[in-house]
C-alpha cells in the first residue's frame, strides 16, 4: 500500500473523487482501491490524505506531494491512536431512507459497531455539513480516539476497505498511530 499527500483545487466532494480518480489513469474506475479524506486548506487548494494499493501519479487536477509505501501491521492486544473522518448514518425502518445521525452517542455507538474488532475511546468529534454537487448536503464526523485491538484481522479489514458510506467522497478513511 501506499499513502500520500496530494494538493487540489477542487471543494466540491463530487469533484474532489473526480480529482482522486484522475490519479489512478490506469485503473478500471470500478476497481476503487483508494481512501481519501481531507486534512487541510492551503491558500485555495485542499490537502488529501490518500491511501492506495496503488502508485498514484499526478494528473492536472491533482498534485501528488508526497508518496511513500508502507505495510500495514496491526496487533491484538495493541492500542492505537485513531483518526477517521465518517458517514455516520442509519436506514430508517419505515421510509427506507438514510439519514445522518445526529446525536453523539448515536455517532459513537455507530463507530463501535463498524469496529467490532477493537474497543473504541473517542477523545474528540467534530462535525461538520459538506457539500456535492450531486447529491444533497451530508454530514460528515472527524472522531479521534484510543483503539484497543481485539481481533486484528477485523481491524485490518476495516483500515484497508474503509468504513462506512461516502467513501467515494473522502469518508471513510481509519489511520492508525502507535
Not at 494538493?7 to 484522475?22: E, P
Request: with cysteine.
Amino acid at each position: 500500500m501506499y499513502i500520500s499527500m496530494v494538493r487540489i483545487r477542487k471543494t466540491d466532494t463530487y469533484n474532489q473523487h473526480k480529482a482522486v480518480w484522475s490519479l489512478f489513469p490506469d485503473v478500471p474506475e470500478r476497481k476503487r482501491d483508494h481512501l481519501f479524506r481531507v486534512e487541510g486548506k492551503e491558500n485555495n487548494t485542499y490537502l488529501i490524505l490518500l491511501q492506495s494499493s496503488t502508485k498514484p501519479k499526478s494528473s492536472e487536477q491533482a498534485e501528488v506531494l508526497q508518496t511513500k509505501p508502507f505495510l500495514l501491521e496491526v496487533y491484538e492486544g495493541v492500542s492505537y491512536r485513531f483518526k477517521i473522518v465518517a458517514n455516520p448514518t442509519k436506514r430508517c425502518s419505515k421510509s427506507k431512507s438514510i439519514i445522518d445521525l445526529e446525536d453523539e452517542g448515536e455517532r459513537i455507538a455507530w463507530l463501535q459497531r463498524k469496529l467490532a474488532g477493537a474497543n473504541i475511546t473517542v477523545t474528540s468529534q467534530s462535525d461538520a455539513l459538506v457539500k456535492s454537487e450531486k447529491a444533497k448536503c451530508s454530514r460528515y464526523v472527524t472522531f479521534e480516539g484510543v483503539l484497543h485491538v481485539l481481533d486484528r484481522s477485523q481491524v485490518y479489514n476495516a483500515v484497508v476497505m474503509g468504513i462506512g458510506r461516502k467513501k467515494h467522497a473522502g469518508a471513510g478513511l481509519l489511520s492508525l498511530a502507535k
